[in-house]
């Protein structure tokens, strides 16, 4: 069966031996753009791995379009970290302070004096706020050369696909249409930005769909791979939706390698013997493994929590106005709420995943189902389904998803969800804290 449905199978430890001494290695715009959000050290472990293969480097002409539009707008949102936490110290300080300060220890207590406490606490903040200021002041800023940039620059010299006629964009354009429609991977589940305010865009005089972003890098790494008979490929991506890895639900989600469409579409279409993918923390794990390459173990650890939250968070991805998440709790709201600056909907989409098909989500399916707003809400599907994405052990009170809630004001249905979702957890009490295992 091997022969017939290789796409299944993982290669032998033979073939990736041969695959990591060979193989061209493509890159993804994402994981060039993760190069900002990595420490210092991971960032120049993953640029030497990447100088050691230097000559076997290739970059499609859409994803390093992606990178040179993304860039900036990833460096903004990097020194916008240094003021959330500087706020979020600010709070701390202040809260413990006020709650310190309501116990009225000096008058109250003969033992407790809470002030060698508070001025320890201020010295070791003053500490932090010196160190973030050192960092903040060595991170690159959109007017400042860019190192990243020029070592990319140097590293990618004759090293990125042709520009395409307008004409190639516009055959996969209406070949993405029945793609998508059939779900054939990669990009489906990019559908929705074509709903998006800049659901298209021009570049280099080349129109382009947003929604075909990964189709187009997919294309171009076909062509590519066709045109130079390349037999050993390597796809270097931090993209985890899984229109590009196969995974199972298995306690979590596990990933078990790329979708088996992928692989057999670069056999057939491109030519390729030996083909697979990685995300930019197994490509350094493995290039340490297979050649060799001085990689520490924090880097890796590093690379991978970066990943992470790059995955997890909002703020490098505006929320839209029109999204699906959007339109489905405003049809839940009794009057308009501003979407403009949608708590609501940046801490439900946190919850869910950007990553996640929208369509097919729990949420969505649940959300489906609630007609009207007279939902007896402890018995609703949406409560249940945010009880799952919850969890047992939150503390609800607590919980970014009840501040969010507890956010939106002139409307019934926050309140209605607040506490009905608290009744639909018995084990979340809102006035408790945390429920016990």
Same mark, same amino acid.
């Given at each position: 069966?091997?022969?017939?449905?290789?796409?299944?199978?993982?290669?032998?430890?033979?073939?990736?031996?041969?695959?990591?001494?060979?193989?061209?290695?493509?890159?993804?715009?994402?994981?060039?753009?993760?190069?900002?959000?990595?420490?210092?050290?991971?960032?120049?472990?993953?640029?030497?791995?990447?100088?050691?293969?230097?000559?076997?480097?290739?970059?499609?002409?859409?994803?390093?379009?992606?990178?040179?539009?993304?860039?900036?707008?990833?460096?903004?949102?990097?020194?916008?970290?240094?003021?959330?936490?500087?706020?979020?110290?600010?709070?701390?300080?202040?809260?413990?302070?006020?709650?310190?300060?309501?116990?009225?220890?000096?008058?109250?207590?003969?033992?407790?004096?809470?002030?060698?406490?508070?001025?320890?606490?201020?010295?070791?903040?003053?500490?932090?706020?010196?160190?973030?200021?050192?960092?903040?002041?060595?991170?690159?800023?959109?007017?400042?050369?860019?190192?990243?940039?020029?070592?990319?620059?140097?590293?990618?010299?004759?090293?990125?696909?042709?520009?395409?006629?307008?004409?190639?964009?516009?055959?996969?354009?209406?070949?993405?249409?029945?793609?998508?429609?059939?779900?054939?991977?990669?990009?489906?589940?990019?559908?929705?930005?074509?709903?998006?305010?800049?659901?298209?865009?021009?570049?280099?005089?080349?129109?382009?769909?947003?929604?075909?972003?990964?189709?187009?890098?997919?294309?171009?790494?076909?062509?590519?791979?066709?045109?130079?008979?390349?037999?050993?490929?390597?796809?270097?991506?931090?993209?985890?939706?899984?229109?590009?890895?196969?995974?199972?639900?298995?306690?979590?989600?596990?990933?078990?390698?790329?979708?088996?469409?992928?692989?057999?579409?670069?056999?057939?279409?491109?030519?390729?013997?030996?083909?697979?993918?990685?995300?930019?923390?197994?490509?350094?794990?493995?290039?340490?493994?297979?050649?060799?390459?001085? /990689?520490?173990?924090? =880097?890796?650890?590093?690379?991978?929590? @970066?990943? +992470?939250?790059?995955?997890?968070?909002?703020? !490098? %991805? &505006? /929320?839209?106005?029109? =999204?699906?998440?959007?339109?489905?709790? @405003?049809? +839940?709201?009794?009057?308009?709420?501003?979407? !403009? %600056? &949608?708590?609501?909907?940046?801490?439900?989409?946190?919850?869910?995943?950007?990553?996640?098909?929208?369509?097919?989500?729990?949420?969505?399916?649940?959300?489906?189902?609630?007609?009207?707003?007279?939902?007896?809400?402890?018995?609703?599907?949406?409560?249940?389904?945010?009880?799952?994405?919850?969890?047992?052990?939150?503390?609800?009170?607590?919980?970014?998803?009840?501040?969010?809630?507890?956010?939106?004001?002139?409307?019934?249905?926050?309140?209605?969800?607040?506490?009905?979702?608290?009744?639909?957890?018995?084990?979340?009490?809102?006035?408790?804290?945390?429920?016990?295992?």
């Amino acid at each position: 069966m091997k022969a017939i449905f290789p796409g299944y199978y993982r290669p032998t430890e033979e073939a990736l031996t041969e695959l990591w001494q060979k193989a061209t290695i493509a890159v993804d715009a994402n994981v060039l753009l993760n190069l900002y959000r990595y420490p210092t050290s991971a960032r120049n472990d993953l640029l030497a791995t990447l100088r050691q293969l230097s000559d076997r480097l290739f970059v499609p002409y859409q994803a390093a379009l992606e990178y040179q539009r993304n860039r900036l707008r990833i460096i903004v949102s990097q020194h916008k970290r240094f003021g959330e936490v500087r706020t979020i110290l600010k709070e701390l300080q202040q809260r413990l302070e006020g709650q310190l300060d309501k116990l009225q220890l000096k008058k109250r207590h003969a033992l407790i004096n809470p002030d060698k406490l508070l001025m320890d606490v201020k010295m070791l903040f003053d500490s932090f706020q010196h160190d973030l200021e050192a960092l903040e002041q060595g991170h690159p800023d959109v007017f400042d050369e860019d190192e990243i940039r020029n070592t990319l620059d140097e590293l990618l010299q004759g090293r990125v696909g042709p520009r395409p006629d307008q004409s190639e964009l516009d055959a996969i354009y209406s070949q993405g249409k029945s793609r998508y429609k059939e779900r054939i991977p990669p990009g489906y589940m990019d559908e929705a930005k074509s709903n998006d305010e800049e659901s298209v865009y021009v570049a280099d005089g080349l129109r382009i769909e947003r929604q075909y972003g990964d189709l187009l890098v997919w294309r171009q790494l076909l062509e590519n791979t066709a045109k130079r008979q390349i037999k050993q490929l390597i796809f270097v991506t931090d993209d985890e939706k899984d229109d590009w890895w196969w995974s199972i639900e298995s306690a979590g989600r596990k990933t078990v390698g790329p979708r088996p469409e992928l692989l057999d579409e670069m056999r057939r279409e491109g030519g390729v013997v030996t083909f697979y993918m990685y995300n930019s923390e197994r490509f350094v794990q493995y290039a340490k493994q297979y050649l060799g390459a001085e /990689v520490k173990q924090e =880097s890796i650890d590093q690379i991978r929590e @970066a990943r +992470l939250a790059a995955e997890s968070q909002l703020g !490098d %991805e &505006p /929320v839209s106005a029109d =999204s699906n998440l959007t339109k489905a709790f @405003a049809g +839940l709201q009794p009057r308009k709420v501003a979407w !403009d %600056e &949608p708590e609501l909907a940046k801490a439900l989409a946190g919850v869910q995943g950007i990553s996640a098909a929208w369509n097919e989500s729990e949420l969505a399916k649940a959300m489906a189902a609630i007609q009207g707003t007279k939902v007896a809400w402890n018995e609703s599907e949406l409560a249940k389904a945010l009880a799952g994405i919850q969890g047992m052990r939150a503390a609800w009170n607590e919980s970014e998803l009840a501040k969010a809630i507890a956010a939106i004001q002139g409307t019934k249905v926050a309140g209605d969800i607040r506490d009905a979702v608290g009744k639909a957890l018995p084990d979340v009490k809102p006035d408790d804290g945390a429920a016990e295992d």
